[in-house]
């Protein structure tokens, strides 16, 4: 699922995919700008049944180096609504 990202406290977004996510975070696959462990991120991504884009603030947990790495987020605030839209279009998944 594609996704792009930023620092919280920063402007431009980074385009990204995510090939595992669920309601309390994601790995986000890229090989650009790899934030370092313990900073904020805002991630932002659309599911593939609405055109609604979610706006997700994360923290980075891990870093994976390398051409095929990236990063694990944790999602934190979220809106129990947003949580809740979430958790219906992974639960269809299965």
Do not use: C
């Amino acid at each position: 699922m594609p996704v792009r990202y930023r620092p919280a406290r920063e402007d431009g977004w980074v385009d990204a995919e995510t090939r595992d996510i669920g309601v309390g975070g994601a790995f986000i696959a890229t090989a650009h700008r790899r934030p370092a462990i313990g900073d904020e991120l805002v991630v932002e991504l659309a599911l593939p049944t609405s055109d609604q884009k979610f706006t997700l603030p994360a923290i980075v947990r891990w870093v994976r180096p390398g051409d095929d790495g990236g990063m694990g987020v944790q999602f934190v605030g979220v809106d129990v609504d947003v949580l809740l839209e979430l958790n219906d279009y992974f639960a269809s998944l299965s």
